[in-house]
């Protein structure tokens, strides 16, 4: 009942494995199965949201000690997102690109960028060739990707939006056998860095290879992860998926980075950077029941995240220093905090759930669900009930609210706002 991966290549393997029948033995119009050599698509979203801000929380005192405060505003956003995909021959290029518009309090701005502007060269069904920028996904997780090595994060909020790749050059091939290992496929490849090129994947110029290798071993997929020392320290892991039945699913991730740093505030003031090794895993399910409640569970382990303790000292040095009006210590703390503690997940224990209901009380077209992450070292969480509608042909309607709780110096009670309203409408072509 789950569209998963490791069906999928077990169907490769038996494809490939199966030899060829004779013409006389079975026909089909090949035309009915002939692939289009140019398509095109994409989506045009509209936006609205309201914040409500929590003017106690550290980080609203951090991002709002030299603004004009406010406890509430709206925003409005725009979005358009164009896919192309040209086939000839053995070769396909593929493009994605994403632009947005947002307006809220503090004015308007605009963005427009590729997403995916990839060649790919095919000389045999054992083997591909892609050149150009592309958003890999490695990992089986669904909010969470520990060994999403070549790849930008996710937003656990939401975890299906379309991210922005990487340049790289690499290849793939993939052999198929008979017994308990059906399919072998591996996967090489080099993101390269320089002041011009994927500078955001990490400073210097270097080739930054990595490696995949994925084995379909008795219904269970596995993957084998490299990242080389380059732009980003190296780190290795593996990953898996396997299917318990016709409707659960199970799967994890392991990852060891063999250096990472964060910036910690001692209660003084005093901002040190920690640099150590880390290993980060996940484990996770799905289960579809019988009525089509679908249920997603994942706990994650940040072993390169804050402690409980370091987190709150961050936190509670802000409100020292906002309380003393101290603006150089808060404009240091700020600086600090962008690149760690204000982002999503940046503890260590985190549990994730999401739980949707398709079609329920025969309510066609229509599908309400709820996610809950919560932060598992302090209490705190961010809960999201949300209704989807897809009774109008190409589009879709979804009504989100986001609950924001946690006491004093915790990770979800210290976020700027507490609550959010979100309503989009996206409409495909």
């Known amino acids: 009942m789950f569209a998963a991966?490791?069906?999928f290549l077990a169907?490769?393997?038996?494809?490939?494995a199966t030899p060829v029948v004779g013409a006389d033995e079975?026909?089909?119009?090949?035309?009915?199965?002939?692939?289009?050599?140019?398509?095109?698509?994409?989506?045009?979203?509209?936006?609205?949201?309201?914040?409500?801000?929590d003017t106690d929380a550290a980080l609203y005192q951090l991002n709002f000690f030299d603004r004009e405060p406010i406890t509430e505003y709206n925003a409005g956003i725009g979005a358009l997102q164009l896919e192309g995909l040209y086939r000839q021959g053995i070769s396909s290029f593929r493009f994605v690109g994403y632009g947005t518009y947002a307006d809220d309090y503090s004015g308007s701005v605009s963005d427009a960028r590729v997403y995916e502007a990839y060649l790919t060269l095919a000389p045999s069904?054992?083997?591909?060739?892609?050149?150009?920028?592309?958003?890999?996904?490695?990992?089986?997780?669904?909010?969470?990707?520990?060994?999403?090595?070549?790849?930008?994060?996710?937003?656990?909020?939401?975890p299906e939006l379309a991210r922005e790749g990487y340049v790289i050059a690499g290849g793939n091939v993939i052999r198929s056998f008979e017994g308990p290992l059906k399919t072998v496929a591996f996967t090489a490849l080099v993101v390269p860095t320089s002041d011009r090129v994927n500078e955001d994947f990490g400073p210097g110029d270097y080739a930054n290879p990595a490696a995949k290798l994925t084995l379909l071993y008795l219904d269970t997929d596995i993957d084998l992860l490299v990242l080389g020392e380059g732009a980003r320290s190296a780190r290795y892991g593996f990953d898996f998926?396997?299917?318990?039945?016709?409707?659960?699913?199970?799967?994890?991730?392991?990852a060891h980075l063999t250096e990472t740093t964060r910036p910690v505030v001692s209660a003084t003031g005093m901002v040190t950077t920690v640099t150590q090794s880390a290993n980060n895993y996940l484990l996770g399910a799905r289960y579809l029941t019988e009525n089509?409640?679908?249920?997603?569970?994942?706990?994650?382990?940040?072993?390169?995240?804050?402690?409980?303790?370091?987190?709150?000292?961050?936190?509670?040095?802000?409100?020292?220093?906002?309380?003393?009006?101290?603006?150089?210590?808060?404009e240091r703390l700020r600086i600090a905090a962008q690149t760690a503690l204000?982002?999503?997940?940046?503890?260590?224990?985190?549990?994730?759930?999401?739980?949707?209901?398709?079609?329920?009380?025969?309510?066609?077209?229509?599908?309400?669900a709820l996610t809950v992450i919560a932060n598992l070292d302090d209490g705190s969480s961010s809960v999201s009930p949300e209704l989807l509608y897809t009774g109008v042909t190409n589009l879709e309607l979804r009504l989100r609210?986001?609950?924001?709780t946690g006491g004093q110096l915790t990770d979800f009670g210290e976020r700027q706002n507490d609550r959010r309203l979100e309503l989009r409408a996206r409409y495909y072509f």
């Open 241 to 254: 998926s396997r299917n318990l039945g016709t409707n659960i699913e199970i799967h994890g991730e392991w």
């Open 342 to 368: 204000a982002r999503p997940n940046s503890m260590q224990r985190y549990l994730y759930l999401r739980l949707s209901q398709k079609d329920p009380f025969d309510i066609l077209y229509f599908t309400p």
């Open 5 to 7: 991966r490791t069906r």
């Open 11 to 16: 169907l490769c393997a038996a494809l490939l």
């Open 125 to 158: 069904d054992r083997a591909t060739f892609d050149l150009g920028k592309k958003t890999l996904s490695w990992g089986k997780g669904y909010a969470f990707n520990p060994v999403g090595f070549v790849q930008r994060m996710k937003d656990p909020n939401d």
């Open 401 to 404: 609210v986001f609950f924001l």
């Open 26 to 53: 079975y026909n089909f119009d090949v035309g009915q199965f002939e692939k289009k050599a140019f398509e095109f698509g994409g989506y045009a979203e509209l936006r609205a949201e309201h914040f409500r801000l």
């Open 292 to 330: 089509d409640l679908t249920a997603i569970v994942e706990y994650y382990y940040n072993g390169a995240g804050y402690s409980e303790d370091e987190a709150r000292t961050f936190f509670q040095t802000i409100h020292n220093a906002y309380d003393a009006g101290n603006t150089a210590l808060l």
